[in-house]
């Protein structure tokens, strides 16, 4: 079965949105996706309340003929939102995007449902779905955590973000993803990395998860099992921060290698 791929901005962050769309659509990419609010290490594009911005990037999409898979991204901590979500949404809504990504990183499970919940309505004003990325540095560390905060949160415009590389690093195996709906997996992330056990501790997995990734055909994560245990007619997002990349000097070239070697493990 042919599958749809997208290209994870963090695969290139320093790219800018408009290069990553003409590398994304020149590779053979059929969808991508933008980090439009800043990086932890500073990385910011300039896109949201930038007007001039954000209208050549919507040119530059529909030259290309891309879609535009996600946002990054809303964190929910105990206060809520960590910023007014308005913006990424009216973004979201304007480039066809279709799920904003959204962390949970209040502690108590209660109150992050309800943010959760209160977040979804929001979006759906916009016409927009929340997907929820589960990380081991963050308060939702495992796919259960996010499953059960999506399916407690009832909104049919959440899903859960499952990353090869997360799920593993967490104790997790690709068939952990059977025990709950289909529904909840419309796009999943995939990579590789070197070993295939749990991280030893927070701090090395997010480490590892920013700066060093490996190509989704490379090293020891099981993606293709990954893969097969993912609903039919997911998009295989590819999502691999290389080690010591920085900015490529041919985001074009970069981004047909990744494609290239997403479908040796997928396909």
Do not use: W
């Amino acid at each position: 079965m042919t599958k749809d791929y997208s290209l994870a901005h963090l695969s290139m962050i320093e790219v800018p949105p408009i290069e990553l769309v003409r590398a994304a659509s020149s590779a053979g990419f059929q969808h991508t996706g933008f980090r439009l609010t800043p990086t932890s290490s500073g990385v910011d594009h300039d896109i949201l309340g930038n007007g001039v911005a954000i209208r050549e990037l919507k040119a530059a999409i529909d030259d290309s003929g891309i879609g535009i898979l996600d946002l990054e991204v809303i964190r929910i901590k105990e206060d809520g939102p960590t910023l007014d979500p308005t913006g990424l949404f009216e973004a979201a809504e304007y480039l066809g995007a279709r799920y904003v990504i959204t962390t949970l990183e209040d502690p108590n499970p209660e109150r992050r449902v309800a943010s959760l919940a209160l977040l979804a309505e929001q979006a759906a004003e916009y016409g927009v779905a929340l997907s929820v990325e589960f990380m081991l540095f963050s308060a939702a560390p495992t796919l259960q955590d996010a499953c059960e905060a999506v399916l407690a949160a009832g909104a049919p415009n959440v899903v859960v973000l499952a990353d090869i590389l997360h799920l593993t690093r967490s104790g997790g195996t690709p068939d952990d993803m059977l025990d709950y709906p289909a529904r909840l997996f419309p796009y999943v992330q995939i990579c590789g990395a070197h070993g295939a056990g749990a991280a030893p501790d927070a701090a090395t997995a997010r480490a590892e998860a920013v700066t060093a990734r490996l190509m989704p055909g490379e090293g020891d994560l099981p993606v293709r099992e990954f893969t097969e245990c993912i609903p039919a007619g997911a998009i295989l997002s590819v999502e691999s921060p290389l080690a010591g990349l920085g900015n490529p000097a041919d985001p074009a070239a970069l981004a047909a290698d990744l494609l290239a070697s997403a479908r040796l493990v997928s396909e």
